[in-house]
């Protein structure tokens, strides 16, 4: 199965504000950015992917996104993540009925193509299903198939809200980068272990550099 992803990213000015203890404020945009791009990257080499949809209205990562061959998607205003979620998956859909959506988020910088096949190939026999973060609490990767919608419920204790909407949970085993998401200091170091993107490892040389 050949999935089309549909990745939602904030203005840069105003995300990943949870690391600005890490990075300060001038670094965390392009952290941000970096974590987007090798995000991308990552997916587009992934052999279970059809193509990729960035949901963002901010200029510098519209540009920089579809150089690397991201289909770009107007946010709408204001509406928060999955709000994006559901408009994304609504204009691909519009165009290919049939596609199956799977939701990722754009802070996954060790992500490695092979574990996110083996992620999306395991989705691939059930209506929906998902992928905790490292942590346990949050999600990384929503996936809906063909005919099935989406109905993402990110944010706050999203593992718990995904399973009682009846997704089913996918198997944990050898998909460490796929879970791997950043929003902390901790995090950035624990995905750093894990071997990031060159667009992040640059970034967080750069943080080294500022120490």
């Not at 928060?80 to 199956?100: F, I, Y």
């Not at 060790?110 to 989705?123: N, T």
Request: proline fraction near 7%; charge should be neutral.
């Amino acid at each position: 199965m050949q999935w089309t992803l549909v990745i939602p990213l904030k203005p840069l000015a105003h995300a990943k504000s949870r690391l600005s203890a890490t990075s300060g404020e001038a670094l965390r945009p392009g952290l941000a950015l970096a974590f987007a791009q090798d995000t991308v990257a990552a997916a587009l080499a992934c052999p279970a992917v059809r193509d990729v949809a960035v949901v963002t209205d901010d200029r510098l990562a519209r540009r920089e996104l579809a150089a690397l061959g991201a289909r770009i998607v107007a946010d709408p205003p204001g509406g928060g993540l999955n709000a994006a979620l559901t408009h994304g998956t609504a204009l691909v859909r519009a165009a290919r009925p049939e596609a199956a959506i799977a939701a990722l988020n754009a802070d996954l910088p060790a992500l490695r193509p092979l574990e996110l096949a083996r992620a999306l190939d395991s989705a691939a026999p059930f209506p929906r299903a998902f992928m905790p973060d490292a942590a346990g609490s949050g999600t990384t990767l929503l996936c809906a198939a063909a005919g099935t919608e989406l109905r993402p419920a990110f944010g706050t204790a999203s593992r718990a809200r995904h399973s009682a909407s009846g997704a089913v949970e996918l198997p944990l085993d050898g998909v460490d980068s796929v879970r791997q998401d950043v929003d902390t200091g901790e995090d950035l170091r624990t995905a750093l272990a894990l071997g990031v993107g060159p667009r992040t490892a640059a970034a967080a040389a750069r943080l080294l550099i500022a120490d």
